[in-house]
């Protein structure tokens, strides 16, 4: 069975082979075991405590193979992206230029740097081993995040955004960083993205407060600016399914856009249903395989389906629910893992 669980220590090593898997340009997936390790501590901490309102805490998700035991992906939320050390992006502005003498008017797009202390939700960190990736599977690390959410609403922002991969190479090549971050940061796309996780006080003491007109920018850059990795256009699409639309933000380094969703319109979030078992069953039911979660703080997610019981109440399997570590009396939270309905227009 495939199960999404919270992350412990003894996951750091098969974290850090996930992440040396990853190529550049998932941020929240250094391939660097001391960050790792902070991480994974970090996450450990919030999902240990009994917070009431977020303040910036990690959760960190592991998929995992339990026949196996092999560890095959991971996803996170950040329950509050700022504070003492900002969320920047470039918003995308336009403005026009006219001139009657000459009868020319043009409308001309910029980059200007925004700076939030006290941000969104995020989501982020997603990553499924390359050998692993099977139907199914790509959606329960992604979408289970908002089963969490459903769940534990007070830990979470009113609001949720992910930054998408953007345009980079086998080689840690950006076309975007090499016109732009690299011309007032001195060094390659990946070490300032590896900084980055690190400390962020370096963008502010060298990145520039004034708008950057985008036709100034070579070709090449301008033309990924906004555009997603080609590994991420299945992420982007699941979450513009589930609700998110594309922002007039992009990342500052490679220009990979930002998505955003009120969190309690997110398609998961709003189609999940809580239920207490009335009764286990040798076999699954005979239903469409659906997100099954723990309503503990300690979460935990597998695809498994589920039948009505009677008065509110459901039946699963015994499989799903020694997985789930639930039992009869226990509750859990389920959503199909698809869109019954083609999302409405913002």
């Not at 996803?75 to 000459?102: N, W």
Request: a negative charge; charged letters at 30%; one cysteine or more.
């Amino acid at each position: 069975m495939i199960l999404v669980r919270s992350i412990h220590q003894s996951d750091l090593e098969a974290l850090l082979r996930l992440a040396e898997t990853a190529g550049y340009g998932l941020t929240t997936l250094p391939p660097d075991m001391e960050l790792l390790r902070k991480r994974v501590l970090r996450s450990e901490r919030s999902f240990a405590c009994a917070v009431e309102e977020p303040g910036g805490e990690i959760y960190t998700l592991v998929m995992e193979d339990t026949d196996t035991g092999e560890i095959i992906g991971t996803s996170s939320i950040v329950s509050k992206v700022g504070g003492f050390q900002p969320f920047y992006a470039y918003r995308i502005e336009s403005e026009v230029f006219e001139s009657k003498q000459l009868g020319i008017r043009k409308e001309i797009q910029s980059l200007n740097l925004v700076r939030e202390h006290s941000g969104p939700t995020e989501i982020g960190g997603l990553f499924i081993s390359p050998q692993q990736r099977r139907k199914g599977i790509g959606r329960l690390i992604s979408l289970c995040r908002f089963l969490f959410m459903a769940e534990h609403p007070h830990l979470f922002e009113p609001q949720v955004m992910a930054e998408m991969r953007g345009v980079v190479d086998a080689n840690g090549h950006s076309p975007f960083w090499e016109a732009l971050g690299r011309k007032f940061f001195d060094l390659d796309y990946s070490k300032a993205d590896l900084l980055s996780m690190k400390d962020k006080r370096f963008i502010a003491d060298l990145m520039p407060e004034e708008r950057i007109y985008i036709p100034l920018l070579p070709d090449e850059a301008q033309a990924v600016i906004g555009q997603v990795h080609d590994h991420t256009r299945p992420a982007l699409k699941m979450l513009l399914d589930e609700g998110f639309r594309v922002t007039d933000l992009v990342d500052i380094f490679e220009a990979g856009p930002i998505v955003l969703c009120d969190r309690d319109k997110i398609r998961t979030v709003r189609e999940s249903r809580r239920a207490e078992i009335a009764d286990l069953s040798p076999e699954e039911p005979s239903s469409d395989a659906l997100l099954v979660a723990n309503t503990d703080i300690e979460f935990r997610c597998c695809l498994g389906s589920i039948a009505e019981a009677g008065q509110g109440t459901v039946r699963i399997s015994g499989r799903v629910a020694e997985a789930l570590k639930v039992g009869k009396g226990d509750r859990v939270r389920f959503a199909s893992p698809r869109p019954s309905e083609p999302p409405k227009e913002a």
